[in-house]
């Protein structure tokens, strides 16, 4: 069963830099496409970015392109996503997820996901 442990949410101002961690368990990883989503309330969970485990191809929202940047370390069985320049929009719970669906940005193609680490940007 995979397990992921999200980490390094918290508060930052406007422009500034977080990184969370994604740390996966419970399976090998070599077939899934990793992913982070956020959710603010009443709204719906949101795709933002995704990577696949074996060869390391990206997929990002438009709304964090050349902003955020996620990437994994094997050998840690890690994911991350580096957040830059961020903006008081960007705050959400985000959660790591896992597929074995392939290239996908929907939530329901995703059967794995984390706690969700909150993210906070002050203007």
């Known amino acids: 069963q995979v397990q992921l442990v999200e980490s390094g949410g918290g508060l930052v101002q406007s422009g500034g830099s977080l990184r969370l961690s994604c740390a996966a368990s419970g399976r090998t990883f070599s077939n899934y496409v990793m992913a982070w989503f956020r959710q603010t309330p009443g709204k719906e969970r949101e795709f933002v970015a995704g990577i696949y485990w074996t060869g390391g191809s990206t997929y990002y929202v438009s709304s964090v392109k050349g902003r955020f940047i996620i990437s994994r370390d094997s050998a840690k069985n890690t994911v991350y996503l580096q957040m830059n320049s961020l903006k008081p929009e960007d705050t959400a719970v985000y959660y790591c997820?896992?597929?074995?669906?392939?290239?996908?940005?929907?939530?329901?193609?995703?059967?794995?996901w984390g706690q969700g680490t909150q993210v906070t940007v002050s203007s």
């Open positions: 997820a896992a597929s074995r669906r392939g290239w996908s940005t929907t939530r329901d193609d995703f059967g794995s």
